[in-house]
Each structure stands twice: as structure tokens, then as C-alpha cells.
DNA sequence: GTAGGGTTAG
């Protein structure tokens, strides 16, 4: 046995000889065989590494810089989260050649450490001449560092070396310029020497994400030759921009198309709010054949979560596991949103508890879905067990929690926690959160102390803040200090049309209809427009969408008559339509004509028609649930033995057996 | 005899 030292190995070390199958002595291996082991990809785990370590130490090849530098990119790959042993490795290297440098130059890039990767090169250039592929590495490490002294100083010792045309350097350095903004120092260097496909993607894509739109435009109509990634770039940096016509126009252009083409769009339509649209030509995709990777079926997810669309998300559930997509923490996490989003916390659970990799934001995602479904003991247990394991809370776990706490009324925890979250778990309460304490307050009744908490804030209060405040007094009948808030509001956030209606809602609640056509009147002259209540049903993968007055629907006529059937039972069993929240001052017949046909009671009877007795029915809405809906939809679920989940801008109302799982506080 | 750039990402 070979007498090096492993004392300085991470435990438990239990070395493992290689050679003994063969009878050959470790300390006879040849080098080829030696470097023949960290070809294969099977180096998963950090134990089977460490044995490798072992090995090498042991056949005495360390001192070959092929293997130590293959043993080095090992232990740096960010997989391990052990760059910090990589570096020791790296420190025990001696006379460290250009391609040692590079590894570890790349090693600091790949797990983050921007600045320990330009301080290397910097020690690098004393003992080693850097090559061509020293400087794409630097070049990405300045960009995500935003280190534009650096970048700048990097790029003369390019020039010096009069390596500056290599296409590979010129692309990351007009990448990095374009990230700093510098589009003049980019298009200086796309202008000098030659220039390849990529560097003019790379020049359009800085002209995108500047903002830049007709300049990407015309070098894109100039390019000598385009690939794929050409129309990609424009593709992505149109819809990004929000100008999604011209990336569709482009989109439908291609006469060839790959997953990041469709998953552009698929985002596009997504950060735009069109969720709808992601999923139509996601469907087109698969008509076309393209089979969806996991990035864009994470989109997807995102786009099922927000309109609710759990059809679609189970067909992705069901994807996956027919084509054995591995659920790593981003894609789990997606799929257990898109489930508590949609109403099947159960589900998300399910996968929560069968995903392997979680990452904090996993967490947050199962502590959020607890939250919003009003299963605040549940998502304060889980809170609990995230503690135990080493993985640390950020300011979104604690949003989640403090939501959670104001959804069930725990005043007096909640307040522990906000009181103690710095010292606790390090995280500086920001605005997020005293909107959430504001919200627990108000909702228990404490206006003061909510009150006292905003005139306390060391930020400026936002609108979600006085918003929170301003739900209280409706839910408590506070009409003094709605008027009050509500005009701050009103001042805040003249565009927005939820303020106007929610202070209306609350005159009108009182009795004070003079002031309701005040607020009618001010509307009018600031041209705002309410925002119709939308209300979504999915049925085996299509969206259907609902609005009031709006016809267009195929079944209207059957929902019209499956409504007038609901309103009698709903008379039968003494529901009478509660009309307080109707904003405008129409008589009221017209105004209980207006409650009976919200978009949610024609959801609602959608779904009675369309499924089987039994059945749940699924509905996400883009506002808040009113009054007369709330109580209607109770009894519904009772005179029609159904389970309705709704969810609303805000939060989930589970209906079952004439009860709602909010007991009334919403 | 090792290696490198641009476009998707919750």
C-alpha cells in the first residue's frame, strides 16, 4: 500500500482498491487507466470520488496534471457543493499549467464565485500565459458580476494578445458589454474582424435586451447567414420586450423550429399575463410532434397554475411519468404549485413528500399552497420541520408563514414570528411582510395596532399595505377608516380599478349611495374602467372562460336555463340574493340580475352540467368572490351535493355539504 | 492526448 496521506480527505473515507479485481497493485496502475476513470460519467456521488482521490494519491499519478486536473474538475463540479475541498485540491497542484488554471477559473464561474474567478486569473497571469480559453469564462464571470472595471481591463489583455478575433472571445465579450449596458463597446468589438453567426446573435440579443429594437431588427434583416438561434434570439427578446405580435409573426416565419422557440413563446405569453395563449400553442406543439423537455413543461405548469387549468397539469403529471422525467427540485416544485394552485393540495403533498431534491423554494411553494387553503396549523408544522433539516428560510418562507397565520387568525403567533424573524432566521422584515401583519391585524379586528404597525414601518407603506388594511374595514364594517384609507389608496393608485370598487362596495354596504355615485363619477372622469370578472373551468384540457354578458360561450343557452334552475332552488332554501356589492346604482332588480349572472354562478353551472353527479368542480377567478357568490355557492354545494373548490384572487374556498372551508373570513 | 462562446429557467 502506498503510505500518502488521507488524513485530509473529507470522513468517512474508507478507501476502496481499484485494483484489486485485476491483482494489478494500485501503485503500478498506468496513467491511462488511471485517467480512464474519470471518463466515464458515472462519478455521482462525492463518496465515489473521494475513493477515486484515494487512488490517484495512491498510484503516485497526482503530480500528472492530466489527472490531477481531471480529479480537480471533479470536486469542482457545482453538483457537490464542494468547492471549497476543489480549491484545497487546487492549492495542492504544484507548478499548475494553463489548463489547471482554467478549471479552476471555470470551477469559480460554475458555483458562483465571480470575483474569486477574476482573482485567480489575476494570480494566474504571473506564473501562466492565459490562452483563448481562459476569456469566455472571464468575460461570462464580469457579465454576471456586473464587474465593468474588470471586464474592460480583461478585454485590453485580449487585445494584447491579439487573440481579440477569436469568435468564441469576441461573443462573450459583447455579451458581457451588452450586459453592462455599454452597447457602444459592444458594437465596437461585433464591428472589429470577423464575426460569426453566434457574435451576431449575441449583438441582436444586446440589442434586445436593451431595449434596442429597431437596431436588433435591421442587423437581423442584414445577417449573411442565420441559424436557428437567430430567430430564437429575436424570438425570445420580441415576446420578453412584450411585443408578442412581432414575435409570433417571427414565430410563425420559421420554417424550422426547436423547444426554445416554442418555449419562448410559451414564456412570452406567460409574462404577459396570456395564459390561455401559453397553453393553445403548447397544444400546437404537440400537434406539430416537437416532444416538450423539462424547461418548458415547467412553464407550462406555471401557466396551469395560474388560470387553473388542472387538466392540463395532470396531463403534464402524466407526461412525465410515462417518458421517466426525473422531478428535480425546479420541475417537482412546479408540479406540486400547479396542484396546490389548483385546488388538489392533496396532490401537491403527494408530490412534495415523493420529491427527492428540495430546494427552499420547494418548501416555500408547499408552505404557500397550505396558506392560501387555510391549513395554517399544517403549513406552521411544516414550517417547523423545514427548521429541522439544515435547509434555511428566506423572506418568501416567512410570507407564506405570516400568511398563513392571517388566513386562521393566529394573532398571537404571527406576531412572535414577525417580532422575531431577524434574530431568528436572519431575514429583515420587509414591505412583503408588514402587508401580511397589517392583513393578520385588521382581519382580527385590531385596527390600531394595525394602524400603529404602518406608522412604525421604516419603508413607505405601498398600496398592498394600506389594501390589506382597507379589506379589514370591509370584512369589520370600519367605514370610518375605510374612507380614510380608501382615499389614500385612490391617491396611490389612481389606475387602479379594484380600489374604487372595494370603497364603493363599502359605501354601498352602509347605505351611503350618494357617495357610491362620488366614486362612480370619479371613475368615470379618470376614464377607469372596472375589470370584468373572469371566472375559468378546465374540462379535460380545455379552458373555458366566463364572463358576464359575454354569450359566446357554445353552451350559453344551456347554462341560462341550468341557472334559472339554481336561482329556484336557491329561493326554495331562503337564499336571497344579497346585491350590497353591486357598484352602480341600478334598481334592484337589474342589480340581482347582475349578482345571478356573475361569471362565477355561470362557472358554476357550466360544471353542473358538464361533469358527472359526484363530481368536483374546479373554478379560478381573477377577483375576489362577493358576498352574494360566497353564500349562494355554499349552498349550492349543498343543495346539489357537489364539491366546489373556488379560487380567488387571493386565497381557496373549499365548498362542501353548505359549509365553506374559510368559515366566512376572506 | 484534456477544455471554450450565444438563445429557454421555475
Known amino acids: 500500500m502506498s ?21 494489478i497493485p494500485t501503485s503500478k496502475l498506468p496513467q491511462k487507466t488511471v485517467l480512464k476513470l474519470f471518463d466515464s460519467k458515472s462519478i455521482t456521488s462525492l463518496q465515489y470520488l473521494t475513493q477515486l482521490h484515494g487512488l490517484v494519491l495512491r498510484s503516485g499519478h497526482f503530480q500528472d496534471h492530466y489527472v ?44 458562483n464565485k465571480l470575483f474569486k474567478a477574476i482573482y485567480f486569473y489575476g494570480r494566474m497571469v504571473i506564473d501562466a500565459r492565459p490562452n483563448k480559453f481562459t476569456y469566455p469564462t472571464l468575460f461570462k464571470a464580469c457579465s454576471v458580476a456586473q464587474a465593468v472595471q474588470e471586464g474592460r481591463q480583461i478585454h485590453g489583455h485580449v487585445v494584447k494578445h491579439g487573440i481579440g478575433s477569436d469568435v468564441h472571445i469576441k461573443s462573450a465579450g459583447i455579451h458581457m458589454y451588452a450586459s453592462f449596458g455599454r452597447l ?23 440589442y434586445l435586451k436593451c431595449g434596442v429594437l ?32 412581432d414575435a409570433r409573426k417571427l414565430f410563425d416565419e420559421m420554417s424550422e423550429r426547436d423547444e426554445i422557440s416554442w418555449s419562448s413563446m410559451v414564456d412570452g405569453y406567460i409574462s404577459a399575463g396570456r395564459y390561455k395563449e401559453a397553453l393553445e400553442i403548447f397544444q400546437q406543439m404537440q400537434r406539430e410532434e416537437t416532444r416538450p423537455g423539462r424547461f418548458i413543461l415547467s412553464s407550462v405548469l406555471a401557466a396551469c397554475s395560474n ?4 387538466d392540463q397539469g395532470r396531463w403534464v403529471h402524466a407526461y412525465l411519468k410515462r417518458n421517466s422525467i426525473k422531478l428535480d427540485a425546479v420541475l417537482g416544485t412546479a408540479l406540486l404549485d400547479m396542484y396546490a394552485k389548483c385546488g388538489r393540495l392533496d396532490m401537491g403533498w403527494e408530490v412534495f413528500e415523493e420529491m427527492k431534491e428540495r430546494e427552499i423554494f420547494t418548501w416555500n411553494a408547499m408552505i404557500g399552497g397550505l396558506a392560501i387553503h387555510g391549513r395554517a396549523e399544517d403549513a406552521l408544522e411544516l414550517f417547523s420541520k423545514l427548521q429541522e433539516g439544515r435547509m434555511k428560510p428566506n423572506g418568501i418562507t416567512l410570507v407564506g408563514v405570516l400568511t398563513a397565520c392571517a388566513h386562521a387568525g393566529f394573532v398571537d403567533k404571527g406576531l412572535r414570528i414577525f417580532q422575531t424573524m431577524r434574530e431568528f432566521y436572519g431575514v429583515d422584515p420587509e414591505l412583503e411582510h408588514y402587508g401580511c401583519m397589517v392583513d393578520l391585524l385588521g382581519r382580527s379586528g385590531l385596527f390600531s395596532e394595525a394602524e400603529d404597525l404602518i406608522n412604525s414601518m421604516p419603508m413607505k407603506p405601498n398600496a398592498a399595505v394600506w389594501g390589506a388594511l382597507l379589506g379589514a374595514c370591509r370584512i369589520h364594517g370600519n367605514f370610518d377608516l375605510a374612507e380614510r384609507v380608501g382615499k389614500i389608496l385612490l391617491e396611490l393608485e389612481p389606475q387602479n380599478s379594484g380600489r374604487y370598487v372595494l370603497l364603493s362596495n363599502i359605501y354601498a354596504k352602509v347605505g351611503r349611495f350618494d357617495d357610491v355615485s362620488k366614486i362612480r363619477k370619479l371613475m368615470k372622469d379618470r376614464g377607469i374602467k372596472t375589470v370584468p370578472g373572469v371566472s375559468i373551468v378546465d374540462l379535460n384540457g380545455t379552458v373555458h372562460e366566463f364572463k358576464m354578458g359575454d354569450g359566446s360561450h357554445p353552451q350559453m343557452k344551456e347554462i341560462y336555463r341550468k341557472l334559472k334552475i339554481i336561482k329556484e332552488r336557491l329561493q326554495m332554501a331562503g337564499h336571497s340574493p344579497d346585491t350590497s356589492q353591486v357598484l352602480f346604482d341600478i334598481d334592484e332588480e337589474e342589480k340581482e340580475t347582475a349578482v345571478n349572472y356573475h361569471s362565477e354562478k355561470l362557472a358554476i353551472a357550466f360544471g353542473l352540467i358538464n361533469t358527472l353527479p359526484g363530481k368536483r368542480i374546479h373554478i379560478v377567478k381573477n377577483l375576489r368572490v362577493c358576498d352574494d357568490c360566497h353564500s349562494a355557492t355554499k349552498l349550492i354545494s349543498q343543495i346539489f351535493d357537489r364539491e366546489i373548490i373556488v379560487r380567488d384572487r387571493v386565497r381557496y374556498h373549499h365548498f362542501k355539504n353548505g359549509t365553506c372551508s374559510c368559515k366566512d373570513f376572506w
Open 3 to 23: 503510505s500518502i496521506s488521507t488524513s485530509h480527505l473529507p470522513s468517512p473515507f474508507k478507501p476502496v482498491d481499484f485494483s484489486a479485481e485485476k491483482n
Open 68 to 111: 490531477s486536473g481531471a480529479l480537480l474538475k471533479c470536486y469542482a463540479n457545482p453538483h457537490f457543493s464542494n468547492f471549497d475541498f476543489a480549491l484545497k485540491v487546487f492549492s495542492s497542484i504544484p507548478n499548475p499549467n494553463v489548463f489547471i488554471w482554467n478549471i479552476v477559473i471555470k470551477g469559480c464561474l460554475e458555483n
Open 184 to 206: 457602444e463597446d459592444a458594437r465596437k468589438m461585433f464591428y472589429s474582424g470577423e464575426s460569426d453567426v453566434v457574435c451576431w446573435n449575441t449583438m441582436i440579443d444586446g
Open 214 to 245: 429597431e437596431a436588433a431588427k435591421g442587423l437581423f434583416a442584414q445577417m449573411p447567414v442565420k441559424n436557428i438561434g437567430s430567430w430564437n434570439v429575436m424570438i425570445n427578446g420580441l415576446a420578453k420586450g412584450g411585443n408578442l405580435g
Open 307 to 310: 388560470i387553473g387549468a388542472i
